[in-house]
């Protein structure tokens, strides 16, 4: 019997010719990620078992993202404990204010994962760099204290849906209209201890932007990773990023999946998926009834360079609605800094919205644009938990960054044709 | 090892937003956590939780965020077990690494209601609801990670495993 593609990275990790779906392996890891949020957590665990040592301070990654620049004097405290625990060990990669990014958006931009490696991170959308060909999943915060300690992990071998992507995307739509079509297709529990594995000649018509979006939220679907196979896009990608050697990893021809899943990327139109749950997938044109307060646009989901393109061709020369806030945060500062050569802050304020430097923020409910009792937001991000922006009876709207342009300009959710063509 | 008590019901895909919503991770408080345990789908759950009581929801618990405070945040409140269909995998984790008892028992997710006296028996698995008189069987952990709950948790299984090398 064959491995999936996940198949084959576990067991080159766990140093076994083959694994199979259930088994319980020991893998060795090359990326230990955590945030502002998560850290101090593990870093509690990791001092209270008394280790004295990381397994390698360059293969740990601490990213202070969530609720900076610091919100408030606890979470100046917590970043503190996360940058003195830095310093201890002599981390190589540790992104404070000034340097740091949203972390699934700063490590692939910075190199810092390659195809065929194996990630864990305390933070659930680590599932992220599946873009690039990498199996990585997200865990807790013991996890990655105990990881950061040993460099290895437990997994169970996970067994596999096939996504199989024929076709071509159509004007306005992207990788999210794609994965919010398949959460509402599969359920927000469809793929749950699983892997979703992207195959099929769609595959070549989604940019690394669109996978990396799509990637991300295969934990909304309940999957343990999301992974595409590793192609010239990929490559073109990695190249000049990535200075030591990796691997492509292929699923053998015979791989066992547990089912197909069929997506005509020319039958995907641009989706919203309507609160409580990401599964709620509806087309952006059954919106025009719902009034909106707030846009955000940015995260670990759409906070890079085509994300902001997108918003920005639909906000030029426009202005948002009245009444309506507009929130644009590049998800790192390369991405904030080609904003501004690009042109696009201008057309951002321009437009009335404000942009604001790296941060999640606003995702989830933590600053920088929570909302009040009965407001709404379209946001380009991945939950749309009850309170997940803020108060209990806020709603959110998930969408694209052309989605939620559109919807900001319009006052209403709208697909972005009903903007463009006025 | 045993539990016993009172049982409060959700639905399904309790997300750890609800469970502990965001705006309180700035504390690794235990404490203070619990005192905000489950507050954006019941605000009556941390007046009316009582050491022991029992957690009985439906599919895919603890779906969402990585957060092991959500976990952390249900084992300080005072809830000896939680008791779903099934668990996200990561809160499935989280909950053995910090030594929150978790079972999966479908036909025990439907069958109990909220405010039946229930018992769990964890070496066989075994959970009786006491008020109707029904009983039904848990999954059992694999044998992997009976092992790391009897070592104390994976840091404890760990530090072990080091000390032997």
Redesign the interface.
């Known amino acids: 019997m064959g491995m999936t593609m996940t198949q084959k990275i576990l067991a080159s990790h766990a140093g076994l010719d083959s694994v199979r779906a259930g088994q319980l392996i020991q893998a060795k890891l090359d990326l230990v990620l955590g945030n502002d949020i998560t850290t101090p957590v593990a870093i509690n665990e990791f001092e209270a078992a008394g280790f004295g040592t990381v397994f390698d301070k360059s293969r740990i990654t601490l990213v202070m993202d969530h609720f900076t620049p610091n919100k408030d004097i606890k979470a100046a405290t917590q970043c503190k404990q996360c940058r003195t625990f830095a310093k201890r060990f002599d981390i190589d990669h540790f992104y404070d204010t000034g340097a740091v990014g949203i972390e699934h958006a700063l490590l692939p931009e910075q190199g810092l994962v390659a195809p065929g490696e194996a990630v864990i991170g305390a933070d659930s959308h680590t599932c992220t760099y599946g873009a690039l060909g990498a199996f990585s999943t997200g865990v807790g915060s013991t996890d990655m204290g105990a990881a950061m300690a040993a460099g290895e992990t437990w997994f169970k071998v996970p067994s596999a849906i096939r996504v199989h992507l024929t076709g071509k995307l159509r004007p306005y739509v992207s990788g999210k209209d794609v994965i919010l079509t398949l959460i509402g297709m599969i359920g927000v529990d469809g793929a749950r201890y699983q892997s979703l594995e992207f195959t099929g000649p769609g595959v070549a018509e989604l940019s690394i932007y669109d996978r990396l979006t799509i990637c991300n939220m295969a934990i909304e679907a309940g999957a343990k990773n999301g992974i595409f196979p590793v192609d010239d896009i990929t490559r073109a990608y990695v190249e000049g990023r990535v200075d030591r050697p990796w691997t492509a990893f292929e699923a053998d021809a015979d791989a066992e999946y547990e089912r197909t899943v069929e997506i005509d990327l020319s039958q995907v139109d641009c989706t919203v998926a309507w609160p409580h749950l990401p599964e709620n997938a509806h087309s952006a044109r059954e919106g025009a009834d719902i009034a909106i307060d707030q846009i955000v646009i940015g995260s670990c989901t759409n906070g890079q360079l085509p994300d902001m393109a997108a918003a920005a061709e639909i906000l030029k020369g426009r202005h948002l609605a009245d009444g309506v806030r507009g929130i644009v945060i590049p998800a790192t500062q390369d991405v904030y800094r080609q904003c501004m050569h690009l042109g696009y802050t201008d057309i951002f304020l321009d437009a009335g919205c404000i942009v604001s430097t790296p941060t999640c923020g606003p995702c989830l409910g933590g600053h920088m644009g929570c909302m009040a009792a009965g407001e709404r937001c379209v946001s380009t991000t991945n939950r749309n938990f009850v309170g997940r922006m803020g108060h209990v009876e806020s709603e959110v709207y998930l969408a694209s960054p052309a989605v939620a342009a559109a919807s900001g300009v319009a006052g209403h959710i709208c697909h972005p044709e009903e903007v463009m063509s006025k | 090892m045993n539990a016993h008590g009172t049982v409060l019901k959700y639905g399904d895909?309790v997300?750890t937003?609800?469970i502990i919503?965001?705006?309180y991770?700035?504390?690794?408080n235990h404490q203070e956590l619990a005192s905000h345990c489950m507050e954006?789908?019941d605000k009556t759950f941390v007046t009316r939780v009582k050491p022991g009581d029992i957690m009985v929801a439906g599919?895919?618990f603890g779906?969402?965020?990585?957060?092991?405070?959500a976990?952390?945040a249900i084992k300080a409140s005072g809830i000896s077990c939680v008791i779903a269909a099934?668990f996200?995998?990561?809160f499935y984790?989280?909950a053995i690494?910090?030594g929150l008892a978790i079972l999966e028992c479908p036909a025990a997710s439907a069958g109990i209601r909220e405010g039946d006296q229930v018992s769990v028996d964890f070496d066989t698995g075994v959970i009786t609801d006491e008020t109707t008189g029904q009983t039904y069987q848990a999954e059992p952990f694999?044998p992997?990670i009976k092992d790391m709950i009897a070592k104390g948790?994976?840091?404890?299984a760990?530090?072990a495993k080091?000390a032997a090398k």
């Open positions: 895909h997300d937003d609800v919503p965001a705006r991770l700035a504390s690794q954006d789908i599919v895919n779906c969402g965020s990585s957060r092991e405070h976990p952390i099934n996200a995998r990561i984790r989280n690494n910090i694999p992997f948790g994976l840091m404890n760990l530090k080091e």
